[in-house]
């Protein structure tokens, strides 16, 4: 079983950034995924940035590319997500989730396991 707890959120200016940071209890496969998600009012839940906790690789939806990094720290068993250059349409409570094992896929949220509580973002124009 794996507790996902996300912290970091709050109200920031267009242009502005945060980090949000999720802290995982217990552990997953080596090579399993962290992914961040976030759903807008009225919308569904996507995806935005996925890293696994072995090697280099990071994933990111189009709309963040440039703009979001995730990052983990294996000691802490905490993985990040900086947000710079933040638009009032990155708007959305924001979701950690883990996988339990490697599937390869990244952007399927079906796919995930375990899901934090939701931390709020909230960018003002």
């Known amino acids: 079983q794996v507790h996902l707890v996300e912290s970091g959120g709050g109200l920031v200016q267009a242009g502005g950034s945060l980090r949000l940071s999720c802290a995982a209890s217990?552990?997953?496969?080596?090579?399993?995924?962290m992914g961040w998600f976030r759903q807008a009012p009225g919308k569904g839940r996507e995806f935005v940035a996925a890293?696994?906790?072995?090697?280099?690789?990071?994933y990111y939806a189009d709309s963040v590319k440039g703009r979001f990094t995730i990052s983990r720290d294996n000691a802490k068993n905490t993985v990040y997500l900086q947000m710079n250059s933040l638009k009032p349409e990155d708007t959305a409570v924001y979701y950690c989730?883990?996988?339990?094992?490697?599937?390869?896929?990244?952007?399927?949220?079906?796919?995930?396991?375990?899901w934090g509580q939701g931390t709020q973002v909230t960018v003002s124009s």
């Open positions: 989730a883990a996988q339990e094992i490697y599937t390869g896929t990244y952007y399927q949220r079906l796919l995930y396991d375990y």
């Open positions: 217990g552990r997953t496969d080596s090579n399993s995924a």
């Open positions: 890293i696994r906790w072995s090697g280099d690789d990071t």
